[in-house]
């Protein structure tokens, strides 16, 4: 495929396809956000119709708390045959006494005591369906609402609240208290409630049983929820279903009354209907994008297509080894202007880089060959000290002839090893060698001890760390004493790390000497060597290799000493 059908298709996948992807999830998104803002809205609007409902309820229950607790109805309840005089009555009719309250009734455990209007038979009250709930509830107030009271199908709904009355002293029962309310209450709650356009609210039981809705339709039907079906469900929430034959967003949350939830009922074409400009705006602009797209194919694509070809070209010549420039075009002063004028310089600088490589090709083989006659004087050395320990052990001489066996192999170790990271234990072999030389020269001025755990044989660590904390030791803690020195080096592991104490009993040093010793150019310490490392060295090459938690730690005091730890990681050959 050509080029130029390559820009355009990827125009078309790059654009076109991008925009109709984008106008559908934009599409989508929107719908998804509406149908979050209608369910923050009815999450809302439940919320203020549950809290209108209780304190509805909440006056009812309040009369009835003040009520069943007065001294007339405990004794009616108490004593089936107390007389009902006409002034008890007033008294009994000004304690229940609300414009929502239709009637109630007063019963004791054998029978219907006290009614205003309409009461039923204690017989029949008890067959109610309801009924056992009220003395479940143990005294407290228990809500039937005209959906479920079977009030709603009789064409007289009511809103029923019952509860068993306890004496007053003793707390047994003594009698049921029935109020019938009107249902106005639930009217007055519900249709100040906030709903969409054909959106509805509705108030049902456990059961599913619609207890109430705003519209006042399908009162005391059954429906089906599914989350009514789950366990211990206390939680709000929501979901789309379908709702009496048509999809709808469903949010619910549970009533105060734990034996409720309330439920908004809001049809999902009225969500959708806000989208649908999106979802056309989302096409017209996807055949905007298609017309752009061959327009800029004609205009733009079809130029710049022509500037690459000659760069190809170019490059092609350039593989051949011929570095010609390539013509500008006219009137190019857009990038591809500067891709052609790019090109040239590049093979203006390709030209010079290949007769700079082939200088350096042959000034790499003259430092070959120069490294090549250098490693020539190292093996000078070791040739030259084993013919002194043959002429030493020939001699007689067995100090010689160890001393040139520990030096010869400490500068092995120190000289010929190509790896930075070596062994534990060959790293200690070159202190061994290292302080066995000194021994020869300090005689019996100081003694040694190096302990090194066979498990830790192998773990590597870098080279030459510990040399260079033992020769500081030497020469500034061992060499100015009068008595016997000793030297300590005890590796030991920590977790996963492994710490190599060297420990002397010098005369130790304050703080002020050991940050001048730190901080010393190490040009100043050819006292004692010509090309040694210091601590500061020792450190930082550490921190440099393994991070910056791994390093030294100096511990000294005037008079007791030194000892300085070197923290580095497990890592195993």
């Known amino acids: 495929m050509k080029l130029r059908r390559k820009i355009l298709l990827a125009i078309i996948l790059l654009v076109f ?20 803002k209608s369910n923050d809205f009815y999450s809302i609007s439940l919320l203020e119709t549950d809290s209108k409902l209780k304190f509805a309820l909440s006056e009812i229950t309040t009369i009835s708390n003040s009520a069943i607790t007065q001294q007339t109805v405990q004794q009616m309840l108490k004593q089936p045959d107390y007389p009902i005089t006409y002034e008890r009555r007033q008294e009994i009719n000004n304690l229940v006494n609300h414009p929502m309250i239709a009637s109630f009734a007063l019963y004791s ?10 009461g039923m038979p204690l017989a029949e009250l008890r067959g109610e369906d309801w009924y056992k709930a009220v003395g479940e509830a143990e005294g407290r107030p228990l809500w039937v609402g005209p959906g479920e009271n079977g009030s709603a199908e009789s064409g007289a709904p009511v809103l029923i609240q019952a509860r068993m009355v306890k004496d007053y002293y003793s707390l047994e029962d003594i009698g049921a208290f029935v109020i019938y309310v009107k249902p106005d209450l639930l009217d007055q709650v519900f249709w100040e409630a906030a709903t969409l356009k054909q959106g509805d609210i509705l108030l049902v039981n456990k059961q599913g049983r619609i207890v109430f809705n705003k519209s006042g339709e399908h009162i005391g039907e059954r429906a089906e929820f599914p989350f009514l079906a789950e366990e211990g469900v206390n939680g ?11 999809k709808s967003l469903i949010t619910y949350m549970p009533s105060h009354n734990k034996d409720w939830f309330l439920v908004a009922i809001t049809p999902s074409k009225l969500i959708a209907a806000e989208s649908v400009s999106i979802r056309n705006l989302a096409l017209i602009l996807g055949l905007i994008s298609l017309v752009s797209a061959f327009l800029f194919d004609r205009f733009f694509v079809r130029r710049m297509v022509r500037s690459i070809i000659s760069a190809v070209n170019g490059m092609k010549r350039v593989k051949q080894g011929i ?18 004028d790019g090109f040239n310089r ?17 000034r790499k083989k003259e430092a070959e060959l120069q490294a090549l006659v250098a490693q020539i004087n190292p093996h000078f050395i070791y040739n030259s000290l084993e013919s ?6 020939l001699q007689g001489n067995k100090d ?10 400490l500068l092995r170790i120190s000289i010929s090893e190509h790896h930075e990271l070596i062994p534990l234990s060959m790293e200690l072999e070159h202190v061994r060698h290292y302080m066995r030389i000194q021994k020869f020269r300090f005689e019996e001025k100081f003694d040694y001890e190096i302990e090194l755990p066979d498990s830790l044989r192998h773990f590597v660590t870098q080279k030459l760390i510990v040399q260079p904390i033992v020769e500081n030791a030497l020469y500034h803690g061992i060499e100015p004493m009068e008595e016997s020195g000793y030297i300590s080096i005890k590796v030991s592991e920590q977790r996963d790390d492994i710490v190599i104490d060297v420990t002397d009993n010098g005369p130790g040093f304050d703080p002020e000497t050991l940050i001048e010793l730190w901080n010393k150019d190490q040009g100043q310490l050819k006292k004692y060597r010509e090309n040694g490392v210091g601590l500061k060295n020792v450190h930082e090459r550490l921190r440099i290799r393994f991070g910056s938690r791994y390093g030294l730690m100096i511990c000294s005091s005037a008079g007791y000493g030194s000892m300085i730890r070197i923290r580095i990681p497990k890592i195993l050959t």
Not at 236 to 246: A, F, Q, T
Not at 388 to 393: E, H, K, P, R, T
């Open 388 to 393: 002194i320990n043959s002429m030493a052990v």
């Open 346 to 362: 590049m093979s203006t600088q390709i030209q010079e880089l290949l007769a700079q490589v082939e200088t350096e090709q042959a």
């Open 236 to 246: 709000k929430g929501h979901y789309v279903d379908r709702y009496l034959g048509e």
């Open 323 to 340: 570095f010609v420039p390539i013509p500008p075009h006219h009137g190019a002063q857009d990038e591809t202007g500067l891709l052609i």
């Open 109 to 118: 455990n054998e029978q219907l005591v006290y009614h205003t209007s309409g």
């Open 400 to 409: 010689i002839s160890k001393m040139v066996i520990s030096l010869g192999k």
């Open 17 to 36: 396809i991008p925009v109709i992807a984008l106008g559908g999830v934009s599409y989508y998104s929107f719908s998804a956000a509406m149908e979050k």
